[in-house]
């Protein structure tokens, strides 16, 4: 019986392998065969504009990936579609939303849109904040979503991990190991996004970022072949992939390097700000990134607080070992002047997940960032400067604002230099760098304006500022980059022209830049 249902199989034309890709070729031939089966005509007759031919690209997937895809007014369409991070992302309007089981089925997709002429995007964990980044408007959304395999490998030195999931998924399999990757710090963020464009972790410090600790990628390429990209197969995309973003194709698995790992201590002090905590804190920072011990992380926030009607400081410190109040914190806490602390002994998925709660879903959002060079008087001036802009829109309704300080430490990018490095463009010899982000949520689409002004502002001045006392940096970090900001640019004109070459090398038709225009591209 089984035998006779192989024959057929292959009598239908369909592959048997579970790895095995069908060609660009035959997928224009199972769509033309697809059209005349039902009364359809030829692609590029009757398609005269993207929803048709999306239209096209639904219809066929849907027929030959059994369950995979979700029309316009059903409710699975309305779910996923709701699950986005910001409110301007869920606003996009699909023609369908295609959800692959496998490998095979995003090459499927990716060749139907392809010979359809169909403009897609691809969502991992859907926290992007800008619109068409992972969801798009009369085109097609992959929601990678049930890619979602995680396998310890029997060395316990690796795990293979689908972008369907989220860190807090990975930290929750991981934690009963003992064993952690280094990844994102807030649980419903995705692994596909956060990797791809760097990826800082509380453990960059001891290994680099996300992208510096991938063993291999498995990649659809835009020719729908599947493909092990790592540092010996493909050197030159393992390079672009780490830092590329969504410009080299889709990877449908990251091998992430583990390490053994029980509880970290971790968590936030809040205080009310005043201009002394703010300086003397300012230069705790400062102190911290020069001293650069790979245990030590910190995410340092001012905050305005609507129902308070005051300023606040929000230090989030972070250390690698199972260790209360490590003496390289004493300058960060002030226990005297603490309104709230949740410093603990905790988990990885703990501490993800009190980070998550912090970041609620149903807000547009925006967020906007830069660098510059370790300076606490710099950290003083862009601090006035964002307390300036906010305090003329503070009273739009539902507004969080906050100003985040990031160390980036030379311990940290002394391991981007890892397996042929990173395609970020800088590096420990750069120095200790500070990482600045603008992140500002609010709820009524009237306030667009308004607050994306404020925010393009203190951006602009910051700039004029940091360059004027010599403490400009040109990295931009795609993973907080508002749309407006040119990210490539800053990776410098010689790794620009380079993942220009590899994208030529390896995707001839732009598919990746074309086809799927949301997020940041390279050309
Ligand atoms: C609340 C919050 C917390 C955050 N915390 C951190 C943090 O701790 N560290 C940090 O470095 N950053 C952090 N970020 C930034 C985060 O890394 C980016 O927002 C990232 O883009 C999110 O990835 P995602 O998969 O969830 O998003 P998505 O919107 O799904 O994807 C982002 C982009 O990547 C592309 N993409 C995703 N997966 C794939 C894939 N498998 N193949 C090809 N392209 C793909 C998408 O097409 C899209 O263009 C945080 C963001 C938020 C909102």
């Given at each position: ?9 292959s ?58 895809t ?37 090459s ?19 926290h ?48 009963p ?13 995705g ?28 990649v ?119 309104v ?77 230099s ?56 040109p ?49």
């Amino acid at each position: 019986m089984w035998i006779s249902l192989l024959c057929f199989i292959s009598l239908l034309g369909l592959k048997v392998t579970a790895q095995q890709p069908f060609t660009l070729a035959e997928i224009e031939d199972q769509i033309a065969a697809y059209q005349r089966n039902h009364g359809v005509s030829a692609v590029g007759v009757s398609a005269a504009g993207p929803p048709v031919k999306c239209s096209l690209a639904c219809a066929f997937l849907n027929s030959t990936i059994s369950g995979s895809t979700s029309f316009r007014g059903s409710s699975r369409y309305k779910l996923d579609g709701s699950r986005y991070w910001s409110l301007q992302q869920t606003a996009s309007d699909p023609v369908c939303r295609v959800v692959p089981t496998s490998v095979v089925d995003v090459s499927t997709a990716i060749l139907s849109f392809r010979v359809t002429n169909c403009q897609f995007a691809i969502k991992s964990g859907g926290h992007a904040a800008f619109s068409g980044a992972s969801n798009i408007n009369g085109g097609v959304t992959l929601d990678l979503k049930q890619l979602n395999q995680l396998s310890v490998a029997g060395d316990r030195k690796q795990i293979a991990v689908g972008p369907g999931n989220s860190w807090g998924d990975v930290y929750s399999f991981l934690d009963p190991q003992s064993l952690s990757v280094i990844g994102g710090r807030v649980s419903d963020v995705g692994v596909g996004g956060l990797t791809l464009g760097g990826g800082i972790s509380f453990f960059s410090g001891h290994w680099g970022w996300a992208c510096d600790n991938v063993n291999n990628f498995q990649v659809v390429f835009a020719d729908g072949t599947i493909n092990d990209v790592n540092f010996k197969s493909f050197p030159d995309l393992y390079w672009a992939l780490r830092g590329g973003g969504n410009n080299f194709g889709v990877v449908t698995q990251f091998d992430l390097v583990t390490f053994p790992q029980s509880d970290l201590w971790a968590g936030s002090n809040i205080y009310l700000y005043t201009t002394d905590l703010a300086r003397q804190f300012n230069t705790a920072f400062s102190d911290l990134n020069i001293a650069a011990d790979p245990k030590a992380a910190a995410i340092f926030v001012y905050a305005y607080s609507q129902s308070f009607g005051s300023w606040a400081i929000v230090t989030d410190l972070q250390y690698t070992e199972p260790e209360p109040n490590p003496l390289i914190f004493q300058n960060f806490t002030q226990p005297s002047k603490v309104v709230a602390s949740t410093l603990r002994l905790t988990s990885m998925a703990g501490a993800a997940s009190e980070l998550n709660a912090s970041n609620p879903y149903g807000f547009r959002q925006t967020y906007w960032t830069m660098t510059f060079k370790n300076s606490p008087t710099l950290m003083s001036d862009i601090s006035a400067m964002f307390i300036e802009e906010i305090d003329q829109i503070k009273t739009i309704p539902d507004l969080v604002s906050s100003l985040v300080f990031q160390p980036i430490t030379t311990a940290i990018t002394s391991h981007f230099s890892k397996y042929g490095g990173n395609s970020l463009g800088f590096n420990d010899r750069d120095g200790p760098l500070t990482l600045m982000q603008i992140d500002i949520s609010w709820i009524d689409t009237q306030n667009d304006d308004r607050v994306m002004s404020a925010a393009r502002s203190v951006i602009s001045r910051a700039n004029t500022t940091a360059y004027a006392q010599n403490l400009g940096h040109p990295y931009i970090y795609q993973n907080y980059a508002s749309a407006e900001q040119n990210v490539f640019k800053g990776y410098g004109e010689q790794n620009l022209l380079k993942l220009q070459e590899i994208s030529r090398k390896y995707d001839p038709s732009r598919v990746w830049q074309d086809l799927q225009p949301g997020f940041f591209k390279i050309f």
